[in-house]
T-cell receptor, first 113, second 113 residues
């Protein structure tokens, strides 16, 4: 079985300050983990992925995430928020041999000027 | 590449009508996924295909929903008869067996009155 818990439904930051979006996962096997972003009325875009290589994963638009097996976490960070980062972010897990993705409930990021 | 293409982008229909959503996956991708996104339930996998064959349809809500993939470049999701609770955004995604990240289309926003 696999599941994902996004610990915050809403996060609000000021432009230029760091972003932290939290995600914990549960998986019976070595997981693959992803962060997707969804801008209003748009589809989902892959930000970054972890697939058992380096534990610190760099993605697009300055985002990165660190896989911590001991904490079963895969938090998303960015050093400095930009107004264009305002969107909904989904943490996603899958397992070897499993084709389907399991999505978290999403975290809506607001960026204040 | 044009990415995953979905049509229509928006559909408004009346309860009891048949609705057909269409998807063209990325060329060369041999897996196709249909998801539904609602405020209440988030993103749910409805069904997925490998090499045009339905593999897991356990997420299909009920017999009113059916999906087909007659060839590698086209899939449909049909709802007959439609009900107001079917109102949602329906996403199609595709990938290859070598890569477990999925590429999403822009979605179809369905409103059933």
């Amino acid at each position: 079985a696999q599941s994902v818990t996004q610990l915050d439904s809403h996060v609000s930051v000021s432009e230029g300050t760091p972003v932290l979006l939290r995600c914990n996962y549960s998986s019976s096997y070595s997981p693959s983990l992803f962060w997707y972003v969804q801008h209003p009325n748009k589809g989902l875009q892959l930000l970054l992925k972890y697939t058992s290589a380096a534990t610190l994963v760099k993605g697009i638009n300055g985002f990165e995430a660190e896989f911590k097996k001991s904490e079963t976490s895969f938090h998303l960070t960015k050093p400095s928020a930009h107004m264009s980062d305002a969107a909904e972010y989904f943490c996603v897990v899958t397992s070897p041999g499993r084709r389907a993705l399991t999505f978290g409930s999403g975290t809506r990021l607001q960026v204040q000027p | 590449d044009a990415g995953v293409i979905q049509s229509p982008r928006h559909e408004v229909t009346e309860m009891g009508q048949e609705v057909t959503l269409r998807c063209k996956p990325i060329s060369g991708h041999n897996s196709l996924f249909w998801y539904r996104q609602t405020m209440m339930r988030g993103l749910e996998l409805l069904i997925y295909f490998n090499n045009n064959v339905p593999i897991d349809d356990s997420g299909m809500p009920e017999d009113r929903f059916s999906a087909k993939m007659p060839n590698a470049s086209f899939s449909t999701l049909k709802i007959q008869p439609s009900e107001p609770r079917d109102s949602a955004v329906y996403f199609c995604a595709s990938n290859t067996r070598d890569h477990n990240e999925q590429f999403f289309g822009p979605g179809t926003r369905l409103t059933v009155l």
